[in-house]
């Protein structure tokens, strides 16, 4: 059974585990990795063996020898950030690795402001990663971004004329600041600009040549609730992670996308500010901090935890037309005593069952739990739904019920291995049966 493009969304908060599901379908039949947003405030964590990757601009198919890597005209890429990647990870990228002539480029000085205006936000800001992303946004809605195809040495005297431009623009934020201060890290930035000349190419092109195919994995970054426009505004990211961004972010018409597949969590975290009403500042949520081990991949800041919001998944699997879930990290449950699962919400003396749009209204939400009891078997070694406990499956049934699809995958373990199929979806993703024991060649 052959698959189709499949585009892998986060549903929730981001880090739902986005990058292990993408490193195992990329081991199956797809032969580009797509990412169509969001720069390096992205951190995608992959266990391979015994080794750790740590992914933040690249996409996780850079693991798999062979497989080609896009990064999309809807991204916003610091040249720094990713030649550091490159070297860090040790891998031969070079005619695996494509840059949209039409990405953005995150510039030395959007950090800086990034870090100047967050005041705007209130105390404590949006709590971004500090990487620049909102003000590299700003600056391609502003019309006024350094775009990749700048670089394009082709062009009538065309790095030196991309040069002048940065030192023009460096001039003018970095005026107050001695020239030392700022200088070297000018010279940096246009040496690592220079050394991702050789993958910029018209990526839009490219991929309208091969998407008949159905070989293409979208790999979204962020999540849902982080969307600009669907998320929990001001706090979000400035991007669409959601599979809106997929066409504008890779110039791909909407029937390129044939298979959407929704990552969750079995619980819910959030990193950075903003409405969490499921979060649990308890010993539950302490517990799932610990045994889930959940600090930021990018940042390294704790993410807060709680109990999974059917509420906002039922809405993201709406809005992304989500055909299926891969549910993770089942096994950092195991131990509790009960599990929570949010199935609406209280206002006011109301029910509500969808969530509200102001994000103090949303805060200012109870949940209304439903529970299943706790399990404490070890899970980690379960390659068959059927093993797993009883309560563990109720939980599963509950997550799809909820969430208004079906659950296709189960991911009990960090290991690219520790992964089940569910045998009561066998009607969606057909092609994913086989697909296991492929990915593990
Ligand atoms: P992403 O941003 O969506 O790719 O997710 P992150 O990589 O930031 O965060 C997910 C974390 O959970 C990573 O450290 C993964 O190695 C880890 N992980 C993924 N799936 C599982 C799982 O099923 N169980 C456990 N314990 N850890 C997992
Ligand atoms: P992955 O791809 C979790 C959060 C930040 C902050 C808000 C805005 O690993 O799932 P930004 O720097 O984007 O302007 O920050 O978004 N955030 C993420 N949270 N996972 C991510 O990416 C995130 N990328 C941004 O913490 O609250
Ligand atoms: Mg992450």
């Excluded at 599901?21 to 797509?34: A, E, N, P, Q, W």
């Excluded at 992303?133 to 195809?149: S, T, V």
């Excluded at 005593?337 to 029910?351: A, L, Q």
């Amino acid at each position: 059974m052959i698959p189709e493009n499949t585009a892998v969304i986060g549903l929730r908060y981001g880090d739902e585990g986005k990058g292990k599901i993408v490193d195992i379908l990329s081991g199956y039949h797809f032969d580009y990795v797509v990412r169509y947003q969001g720069g390096h405030n992205a951190g995608h964590t992959v266990q391979v063996g015994e080794r750790t990757y740590k992914l933040h601009l690249l996409p996780s198919g850079i693991l798999r020898p062979h497989k080609k890597c896009v990064l999309g005209n809807g991204m916003v890429i610091d040249p720094k950030a990713l030649v550091a990647e490159i070297d860090d990870l040790g891998i031969d990228v070079y005619r695996r690795l494509y840059i949209s002539d039409c990405a953005t480029m995150i510039m030395p000085w959007h950090s800086a402001k990034e870090n100047r205006d967050s005041g705007h936000y209130g105390p404590g800001g949006v709590g971004s990663t500090g990487r620049g992303i909102g003000p590299a946004y700003e600056d391609k809605a502003g019309r006024r971004a350094f775009k990749m195809w700048e670089l394009d040495v082709m062009r009538e005297n065309g790095f030196d004329k991309f040069c002048l431009r940065v030192w023009q623009e460096a001039e003018k934020f970095y005026r107050p600041l001695p020239a030392r201060k700022w200088h070297l890290e000018i010279e940096n930035f246009l040496a690592a600009a220079r050394k991702i000349i050789p993958y910029i190419c018209d990526t839009r092109r490219l991929l309208n040549e091969k998407y008949s195919q159905g070989k293409i994995l979208f790999e979204g970054a962020q999540g849902h609730m982080l969307d600009i426009d669907h998320g929990t505004y001001p706090f979000v990211t400035s991007s669409n992670p959601t599979v809106g961004g997929i066409c504008t972010g890779t110039g791909l018409p909407p029937k390129a996308i044939k298979n959407v597949l929704g990552v969750v969590k079995a619980y819910d975290t959030r990193v950075g500010n903003g409405p969490f009403p499921t979060e649990d500042t308890g010993p539950a949520g302490q517990y799932l901090l610990k045994v889930g081990r959940e600090q930021g991949t990018t940042t390294g800041r704790d993410r807060r935890c709680g109990w999974f919001d059917g509420v906002q998944a039922h809405e993201a699997v709406m809005i992304n037309g989500v055909d299926a879930l891969a549910v993770m990290k089942l096994d950092v449950l195991t131990g509790l005593p009960e599990v929570k699962i949010c199935i609406g919400y209280e206002r006011n003396g109301h029910s509500l069952h969808h969530p509200p749009a102001d994000p103090d209204e949303l805060a200012r939400c109870k949940p209304v739990y439903d529970s299943v009891p706790g399990w404490t078997e070890n899970i980690t070694e379960v390659r068959r739904y059927d093993d797993l406990p009883g309560s563990a499956q109720k939980l599963l049934w509950w997550l799809g019920n909820r969430s208004h699809a079906p659950v296709k995958l189960v991911s009990v373990g960090p290991e690219r291995s520790q992964v089940i199929l569910n045998p009561n979806a066998k009607h969606v993703f057909p092609w994913m049966e086989d697909m296991l024991q492929m990915a593990e060649s």
